[in-house]
């Protein structure tokens, strides 16, 4: 009797179940039945590099980690294989796997494993998932250790669905101003959204807008409803997270969002008196705090607040790039306060200008320790002296500069900011810049590439920047001995990788071996995601977004790029942990990470984000034939 295919078996379970028709011919084609007796030792470190892929048919695998106590890290069961990481970075295995049962399983020839991920777009995203799961791992880790020290009832990730105490309270479109009061006195409520013929809400009346728009204004209460309310409400789906929310409040500085279920209907309000208990400082109250406050001393407090928020957010497991992002956002809003204080000092009413972030600030991709990179750009006048506009700016600039040191965000030691002539310029001037740096790449403007095209408006005329991103583009995209030249820059940094140790490490002055996760790590995503955003016109400055916007892209990301941004987002989490307990200790943040204080499971995952790192820059020199 014939014995039926090995498809016949693994279409039962993932990711064979998703398999494409021609991969699972091919499985047909490769794969070995082989049967281990209990107690036996399957794969191990001993071994060297993995000769085949292991998938589980019958019977229980343990994996324990070499070196360690021998406690048993996961039970692999029928349908899971291993070692997928190994295979993967052609590597010999970290984990000494064991029969804990007799085995029957299939094998796959290490050469067909990496021909299968070839041909298989569905197999190659299971693999990438592997470091997914890692940094999973690693994140409750971290989250289980800070929660020792926080007290928070809930976490970020809960959905907003499950924050709804009451339905929401609405009124129609069509209600006068006195119905619409009388509805949140009935309720007992302090706001009520307006809505449309088919629930979808399309305003918001506050109690604040009570007194502000009616009460003082004396605003007749047989108006409409519509004449008072605040049209086009900010909402979420329901299904999103009390991060988005707070995100959403803190990035907006507003205290109520509506959320919205099915076909775009009202299903409800949360306000930041629901948030409050996820939390121990309250991202409304830092809002407010930066908004309301009338001196740089009050904006040093806030600040302070910031950081213990980043650190609620850490030990509730909050990840990297919502967390930059957050404090990223923050940190706008301190800058769009200095910004403020200073033009009730500067009149510049006259002038059409922006405000500009660059660098790590323009990736929204901030950390707890940051300096200063900015710019100003303004528009020629149609009439009068170019130089007068420009001292008037560059005095108004200085001004700024030196709060934002003041509030805790250093003058930045390569003078990158708007008080330096260099970087105050008018539109035609930036664009003139842009094409100098592109049409004669010479190291400096290889240099200030990787700077100053990462860039966003953070105040005033925002389209400025929309412009300048545009002429960018116009001549970055078509030119590629320009982009050769930046793909070549952004490859002197390599992954520190050691042949016969783990790492190639830095010595600090007391002989404790460290890696710069900024110089060494981070970089080498951000520089890599730069030239791929630069070659396809992604005007996202976000490292996450250029990759994920470039994976369908020919020569882009392609289909790793999910364990790409988990490698790049590890990186960042392990920075941001750094930085928080440095100045837990009252010293000031930096990025070096030493090594001996990485526990086994985050030395692994930092190797394999390095790996990750190696694999995008063999994909940027081949691009480029480098």
């Known amino acids: 009797m014939t014995s039926p295919p090995p498809s016949e078996t693994l279409r039962r379970y993932p990711p064979f179940d998703r398999f494409e028709p021609e991969a699972m011919r091919f499985l047909d084609s490769q794969l070995k039945a082989v049967t281990f007796p209990a107690n036996s030792v399957l794969i191990s470190p001993e071994q060297g590099e993995p000769r085949a892929l292991l998938i589980v048919t019958q019977g229980r695998v343990q994996a324990s980690e070499a070196g360690a106590t021998g406690e048993i890290r996961l039970t692999l069961s029928v349908g899971e294989c291993f070692p997928i990481g190994a295979l993967s ?44 799961t890692l940094v999973n791992q690693s994140r409750q880790q971290l989250q289980a250790y800070l929660s020792q020290q926080a007290s928070e009832q809930q976490s970020l990730s809960t959905p907003l669905q499950a924050l709804i105490k009451r339905a929401p309270i609405s009124v129609a479109a069509t209600a006068s101003i006195q119905r619409a009061v009388e509805i949140m006195g009935e309720n007992k409520v302090g706001s009520i959204v307006v809505v449309d013929d088919h629930e979808a809400p ?21 108006n409409p409803i519509t004449s008072v309310m605040s049209g086009r409400p900010k909402m979420l789906p329901d299904t999103a997270s009390a991060y988005d929310a707070m995100f959403a409040m803190a990035s907006n500085g507003i205290r109520h969002l509506v959320l919205v279920g099915d076909k775009g209907r009202l299903s409800g309000v949360i306000s930041e008196r629901d948030l409050f208990a996820l939390q121990r400082v309250n991202v409304g109250q830092v809002r407010r705090a930066i908004d309301s406050a009338e001196s740089i001393d009050a904006l040093k407090l806030a600040l302070n607040d910031v950081q213990q928020s980043a650190f609620n957010m850490l030990a509730q497991g909050v990840g990297a790039e919502q967390l930059t992002q957050f404090i990223s956002a923050l940190n706008d809003a301190v800058t769009g306060r200095v910004i403020n204080f200073n033009l ?28 200063q990179d900015n710019g100003i750009v303004f528009v020629k006048p149609a009439e009068g002296e170019i130089d007068g506009i420009r001292k008037r700016l560059l005095t108004f600039a200085t001004d700024v500069n030196a709060d934002l040191d003041r509030c805790g965000f250093p003058l930045c030691k390569g ?61 970055s995209i078509p030119d590629t001995a320009f982009q050769h030249m930046l793909a070549a820059n952004a490859m002197t ?29 981070a970089r080498l995503f951000v520089d890599s995601a730069r030239v791929l955003a630069l070659a396809h016109g992604i005007e996202a400055a976000s490292t996450v977004a250029r990759l994920r916007r470039t994976a369908r892209e020919k020569g882009g990301a392609g289909e790793e790029v999910e364990a790409l941004i988990d490698a790049f987002n590890f990186i960042q989490l392990l920075r941001l942990r750094h930085q928080h307990l440095e100045t837990g200790q009252g010293r000031p943040g930096d990025n070096r990470i030493f090594i001996g204080s990485l526990n086994q499971l985050d030395r692994r995952i930092l190797k394999e984000a390095f790996r990750q790192a190696k694999k995008l820059q063999q994909r940027i020199k081949m691009n480029y034939q480098l």
């Open 344 to 371: 009730q000092r500067h009149t510049l009413d006259d002038i059409e200008w922006s405000w500009l972030a660059f660098g790590s600030e323009g990736r929204e991709e901030q950390t707890l320790s940051t300096d």
């Open 89 to 132: 970075g052609c590597r010999a295995s970290t984990n000494i796997y064991t029969a804990a049962t007799e085995v029957d399983a299939y094998e796959l020839p290490a050469a067909s494993f990496h021909k299968l991920m070839a041909i298989s777009p569905e197999f190659s995203r299971h693999c990438g998932g592997y470091l997914a």
């Open 415 to 475: 003078n990158i900011m708007a008080s330096n002539p260099q970087w105050c310029l008018t539109l035609d001037e930036w664009k003139a810049k842009f094409s100098g740096w592109i049409n004669s790449p010479q190291p400096k403007a290889l240099l200030n590439a990787t700077i100053f095209f990462d860039f966003r408006a953070i105040h005033g005329a925002r389209e400025l920047a929309q412009r300048m991103h545009e002429h960018l583009f116009k001549l």
């Open 202 to 222: 399309i305003g918001l009346l506050t109690q604040s807008d009570v007194l502000n728009r009616i009460v003082l204004n004396h605003t007749p209460l047989e």
């Open 493 to 521: 940094a390599t992954p520190p990788l050691g042949m016969i140790r783990d790492f190639v490490v830095e010595s600090d002055e007391n002989g404790k071996a460290f890696i710069d996760l900024k110089k060494s790590g």
